[in-house]
């Protein structure tokens, strides 16, 4: 759990274990591109990290003493060269071993009672990170996908093309149609009015004809009509209108 | 396998004089070997989802050893008896 946040706050600190005046050297010798390119994505991280037991011995150390010792083994070595090094005085009792006791226990007692309530809190904070970073990429495949959805029904539409340039021809075949009869309309106006004006010409020549031969001849009656002719034919009628009142009487 | 491809682990007790005669002590190989073995630690005790204090504290431990043993000729003067 004290790794989790060592690994959030200071990775960088932790790596630079070599000296710092020999990181040139380390750079200019480092191999490059050895290892075949990984296309596939990372690896995940392991779970857990080796197993530790009491939080300073791997466990590799216990398995490594059990053929030969048992399950006691490692516990009676630690216990043989503790008991050892106090009374050979290889590790000397001085004001240090106090003030190692008192943080051990401090330190241990802390990480009995936080440490899940850390770890909970670090595993929430990372899986936020990843499930922002899991949305985005859901984000894209989903317009990805929706992007393929539209491609096929554009391919689909691609189909219908036959009906679009059916309709189109008819649309233009119609236009044609009714500019033509338009046309033809036209024709037949003008050709109309132009035979209509020579019918009127015919006609109104005709009337005039008429009119004037009419004239003439009346002219010519009332020319020829003489005076003594005129004496005579009022007499006549007046004698005719005589012998009718006498008829209507 | 011939000597000189054998890692420490694999290789038998007589022949390590031997083994040791063949490694390259050159400050460039020291220093890489420096840096396979943090990686190795790294990454198997804190570079991963769920770590927990053994990576850290075997640290703390290690540095807690180094440096009782490099100040040991002055602590040995210390001592509660003279004779053990």
Redesign the interface.
């Given at each position: 759990?004290?790794?989790?946040l060592?690994?959030r706050a200071a990775p960088a600190a932790?790596?630079s274990?070599?000296p710092p005046v020999?990181v040139g050297?380390?750079h200019a010798?480092?191999p490059l591109h050895t290892s075949k390119q990984h296309l596939a994505p990372l690896p995940?991280?392991?779970?857990?990290?080796?197993e530790?037991r009491h939080?300073?011995i791997?466990e590799e150390f216990f398995q490594f003493l059990y053929p030969k010792t048992g399950v006691t083994g490692p516990y009676m070595l630690g216990t043989g060269l503790i008991l050892y090094f106090l009374?050979?005085?290889i590790?000397?009792?001085?004001h240090e071993t106090v003030a190692?006791v008192c943080i051990l226990s401090i330190l241990i007692y802390g990480?009995k009672k936080f440490?899940p309530d850390v770890?909970a809190f670090a595993?929430k904070l990372?899986e936020e990170k990843l499930a922002k970073a899991q949305a985005v990429k859901n984000e894209s495949i989903e317009g990805l996908e929706a992007a393929i959805e539209q491609e096929k029904k554009e391919q689909w539409r691609v189909e219908g093309r036959s009906y679009l340039f059916d309709a189109k021809r008819n649309n233009i075949a119609m236009l044609l149609e009714a500019n033509y009869r338009e046309r033809l309309l036209t024709v037949y106006n003008e050709v109309k009015k132009r035979l209509d004006y020579q019918v009127a010409m015919q006609n109104l020549k005709r009337q005039k004809e008429q009119d004037h031969m009419i004239q003439w001849v009346e002219k010519s009656v009332v020319q020829s009509i003489t005076p003594q002719q005129q004496k005579e034919s009022i007499a006549k009628c007046i004698l005719d209108l005589k012998a009718l009142s006498k008829t209507a009487q | 396998g011939p000597l000189l491809e054998r890692r420490l682990m694999d290789v038998r007790l007589r022949e390590l004089p031997l083994w040791v005669t063949t490694r390259d002590f050159s400050p460039q190989a020291l220093l890489r070997g420096a840096q396979r073995a943090w990686d190795s630690y790294y990454n198997k005790y804190i570079n991963v989802k769920k770590g927990g204090p053994a990576g850290v504290s075997m640290l703390l431990a290690g540095y807690c050893f180094l440096s009782y043993a490099w100040n040991y000729q002055h602590i040995k003067r210390y001592r509660w008896r003279k004779y053990h």
């Open positions: 759990m004290l790794s989790r060592v690994l932790l790596r274990l070599p020999t050297v380390l010798t480092r995940p991280l392991p779970e857990k990290g080796g530790v939080g300073l791997p009374s050979k005085e590790y000397v009792v001085n190692a990480i440490g770890a595993d990372n | -």
